[in-house]
């Protein structure tokens, strides 16, 4: 959870002096989601994110310096600089991608779990996705298949209140996503998204069940981000008593009052690990500066088909 906060807020200051290419979404204030409901998963496991995905794919242990290198568009980033912040992946842990259109992830995230049933190789599918991508039919179309097939899948909401500037009341009759459910005949739960040991505890039992055998299940957690909809917004929709409220149920301040309870860390190892921590944003953000941006020639290498000599596909 500090690896995300760090890895934002420092993102945040690299978009302010123009470093950063293109949009950026960050999800400082919903790091409890990511890091509980991924600390569940398997290496061989999948998930799916959003536009608003650092969070869940560091979590599922993406190298952060590849990661800022994509989004200072550099050729040693995971897309070789032209994905962005939007559309990192790393099938070789699972990240089956970022994914810039909202609902986007929703059924390659079924198609995955559909792989992993016909396989029968035991691992499962977090499609990670917002409140306001419920609204999309991709969404309706993955539960319903999802659900006709009992395919292996965790469909986490990370409800945030808001798509855009638009909040959660004023574009959904029902008061949560997870109500929804119902009309698949899913398994559901709603969760306080902002305690990193709620979201564990839900998400373990979630994960169990669906990895048993039992078909789909819809988790939802409430949560909030704590900056706007992308950085450089003019934040002006959401009241100043709003966002305090939320401030003051900050999933890290939650966790560092739990660590202080139960006696896990001293404050000289708090200090201790944000120091490594910040170390390797460092690192990260070295490595972008230093690394070459793709030459011109190579614009629309791994965006088409490469058709090779004598007519064969190179992939």
Same mark, same amino acid.
């Given at each position: 959870?500090?690896?995300?906060?760090?890895?934002?807020?420092?993102?945040?200051?690299?978009?302010?002096?123009?470093?950063?290419?293109?949009?950026?979404?960050l999800c400082i204030g919903q790091e409890a989601t990511a890091a509980g409901v991924c600390a569940n998963l398997n290496q061989g496991d999948y998930i799916s994110s959003t536009h608003r995905g650092h969070g869940h794919i560091i979590s599922k242990g993406a190298d952060i310096k590849t990661m800022m290198a994509e989004l200072f568009g550099k050729e040693s980033g995971y897309c070789h600089g032209k994905g962005g912040s939007m559309h990192i992946s790393d099938t070789s842990i699972g990240i089956l991608g970022a994914n810039g259109i909202v609902g986007g992830g929703f059924n390659l995230a079924a198609g995955a779990a559909l792989a992993c049933q016909m396989k029968k190789s035991g691992n499962i599918v977090v499609c990670f996705f917002g409140d306001g991508s419920s609204n999309e039919g991709s969404w309706h179309e993955a539960m319903n298949i999802s659900s006709v097939w009992k395919l292996p899948i965790l469909f986490v909401c990370?409800?945030?209140?808001?798509?855009?500037?638009?909040? @959660?009341? $004023? &574009?959904?009759?029902?008061?949560?996503?997870?109500?929804?459910?119902v009309a698949y005949g899913m398994k559901s739960t709603v969760a306080y998204g902002n305690?990193?040991?709620v979201v564990y505890e839900t998400a373990k039992e979630a994960v169990?069940?669906?990895?048993?055998?039992?078909?789909?299940m819809l988790v939802e957690y409430k949560t909030y981000r704590q900056h706007g909809h992308f950085e450089g917004?003019?934040? @002006?929709? $959401? &009241?100043?008593?709003?966002?305090?409220?939320?401030?003051?149920?900050d999933p890290i301040k939650n966790c560092e009052a739990l660590i202080k309870e139960k006696d896990i860390l001293t404050g000289e190892e708090r200090s201790m690990l944000q120091e490594k921590i910040e170390s390797e944003i460092n690192e990260a953000v070295r490595f972008a500066e230093e690394s070459q941006f793709p030459p011109a020639a190579l614009a629309v290498k791994d965006v088409y088909t490469d058709i090779v000599e004598e007519g064969r596909v190179d992939r």
């Open positions: 959870m500090l690896k995300i906060r760090l890895f934002e807020a420092r993102v945040s200051k690299c978009f302010a002096k123009g470093q950063v290419q293109g949009f950026v979404h990370e409800n945030n209140l808001y798509g855009i500037s638009s909040r @959660v009341d $004023r &574009s959904m009759a029902v008061k949560n996503v997870a109500d929804r459910a305690d990193v040991t169990e069940y669906v990895r048993s055998g039992n078909g789909p917004e003019p934040d @002006v929709y $959401r &009241s100043p008593e709003e966002i305090r409220e939320w401030l003051d149920q």
